[in-house]
């Protein structure tokens, strides 16, 4: 069968196809295969930043931080963290890029685990370049050791390679959840739990696999996890990260970048900081505001797909050639 009727076929069979005119869509650029960088925008978003300039920051200027835009990062980190994380409301905020939530996060990790006696850092070769560079930052800076997994690129990080490093002094296991090279997909549940035997901390980098990989953080226990929005969320160029910190570390837990939008009452303009007990507690400055808009549209659509069924495209548009044969 020549392989434009297979196309044709899968095109004709696949549940998901009428949801591309609901992307922006240009004549020149016939296939983009670089989604894992920078996400299309949908055809809501244009509309969206237009409608939020005229009606809530022209209409309402000031007024409307109070109307929506205060809630706004956590408004968002809950419907992310329930379409495509896995995980219950009050755990995910918006704002920072991935390299700035990142550093909060795992600051605030090391630091609780260097309380109880914990100065080792597990990390892979596989991590991206700004992780690598944070823990090693870290590391110098509150005298902990990192102990490396020389990952194979394709291969990817395995379980057992996790385990031979783990011990009473691990304070913190740090992986991509999808390696951002070869798209080797990690462990999650038995890395996580394996770390949670010897009493260490898992963050998960998620900027590979939130909107394309169904996530389990509540499910699973993940401690800490950071991921950015505008590769599969279609946030556009900068729109800012999420990070996750599990419910049962608020509040144990305290971030380094102690800014007025995180403290337990902003607007009391107090003499001195006093952490906000919640979530909210990891947000540092002003939200960006116009950033997180665009990815909105692209939630819609996860919401009417479902992650299950975008999973399922993701698995089929990469199976080898002789699957598709088969399957038609
Ligand atoms: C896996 C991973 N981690 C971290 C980052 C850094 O993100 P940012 O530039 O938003 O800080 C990226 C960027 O592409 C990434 O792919």
Known sequence: MPSSTVAAALVAADPLAHLRDEFVLDEQVRSYLDGNSLGRPTRTAAERLGRFAVEEWGARLIRAWDESWMELPLRLGDRIARLTLGAAEGQTFVGDST?????????????????????????????????????????????????????????????????????????VVVLSHVEYRSGHLADLPGITAAAHRHGALVLWDLCHSVGSVPITLDAHEVDLAVGCTYKYLNGGPGSPAFGYVARRHLGRLRQPVQGWMGAADPFAMGPEYAPHPGIRGFISGTPPVTGMLAMEGMLDLIEQAGMEAVREKSVALTASPRSWWTSC
């Not at 490396?148 to 690129?153: G, Q, R, S």
């Open 99 to 171: 390299t700035v939530i990142l550093y909060k996060l795992l600051r605030a990790a090391v630091d609780a685990q260097a309380a109880a006696g914990r100065h080792e850092i597990i990390l892979d070769t596989g991590n991206f370049p700004t992780d690598r560079y944070l823990l090693e930052g870290i590391a110098a800076e509150r005298g902990m050791t990192l102990r490396w997994i020389d990952t194979d690129p394709v291969e990817g990080v395995a379980l057992a390679d996790v385990e031979a490093l783990l011990g009473e002094r691990t304070a």
